[in-house]
């Protein structure tokens, strides 16, 4: 006889003996008081206020009153729900104007929603295939998982190029016939090691091998650019690219996904995308918040600013205590620990110790070996909050006896 649950059990248990079990933090977010939250325990014990250093939210934005106000006017003016796909009863005013918003930040024609990034992506990938039959997709080693499983969706040829390798991407793009269709996937900020792809340089070979550019700007959206069009946008590419992919639930502080494209390549997606087209549209709630903060981004440079100039400061004063800092040219800061299990040990002590939150980050979230701590300060972490954290990391490195740069 099948013993399924044995088999489900099984399973977690080879999680458990890598040392990469996760366990979620119940947390509480205290709206205009980020980064702190409240932690809800899992032992009985009562809730605590923590202060969280591992949020997406970059900006803050999920508590800015303009984006908070933007969602409880249009839920009581609308109600909750789209109450249908975008085809059947779904498609509400917020998500047209988002649409039309989106479009405008990345200088496209077009721009489609998704019920986030992830679907985004795999939803497009996996139809950009079946548009273009056999092209060749060539996908950055590092992509994202998304990334990864819509290109596998749509049953093409995938070409792996080493990470940012330039001289690599051009190799493959000559081995493949001029007539056959050539498709680029990769990222602008790598969210684990906050590096930057050197977007122009692709740019010229897609142009010179006439092939087409996907770009997951999901972790730079909101926080680069004059706009916060992202890296595209800062680096004068933004209509070179073909397809720009981001997320409304990380800077933007809300939640879905889109691409930004020419109206004709937006249309198809829109026509052929069963991750699209088979599933309820996102609440118009969420589409209103999404539009505030949008907006309020490309106003002003301020909170992008900022942005930089806190994550400089927490770079600098960690470099100067020596932790094993992965070099990174953005906003994300990842402190190497390189063992599992050792990670979820300095992250346990960090919360239980010091009420910090930062979340272990194991495989297969980053090669084995690699495991680290990955920070994300943001404009409202102030100085004080970033003296804490330092004497909280000085005690954990000693007390589990981790190894300091050299
Ligand atoms: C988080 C992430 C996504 C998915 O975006 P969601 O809106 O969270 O689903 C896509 N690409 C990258 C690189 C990401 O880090």
Known sequence: MVDYNKAFETAVAAVKTEGRYRVFADIERQCGRFPTALYHPDNGEGSREITVWCSNDYLGMGQHPGVVDAMQKAASK???GAGGTRNIAGTTHYHVRLERALANLHKKEAALLFTSGYVANEATLATIARILPDCVIISDALNHASMIEGIRGGRSIK???RHNNLDHLEEILKEI??????VIAFESVYSMDGDIAPLAE???LAEKYNAFTYLDEVHAVGLYGEHGAGVAERDGVLDRIDIVEGTLGKAFGVMGGYIAASAAIVDAIRSYASGFIFTTALSPVLAAGALASVEILERSNDLRQRHQERAARL???????????????SHIVP?????????KKVTDYLLEQHNIYVQPINYPTVPKGTERLRL???PL???AHMDVLLTALDDAWTALKIKRAA
């Open 78 to 80: 609308v109600g909750a």
């Open 159 to 161: 070409r792996i190029w």
């Open 177 to 182: 016939p001029a007539d056959r269709p050539k």
């Open 202 to 204: 692709i740019c010229a």
């Open 315 to 329: 770079k600098k004063i960690l470099t100067e205590a020596r932790f094993p800092l992965i070099e990174s040219v």
């Open 335 to 343: 402190i190497k620990v390189g063992d599992p299990v050792q990670c």
């Open 376 to 378: 994300t300060p943001t």
């Open 381 to 383: 972490h102030t100085d």
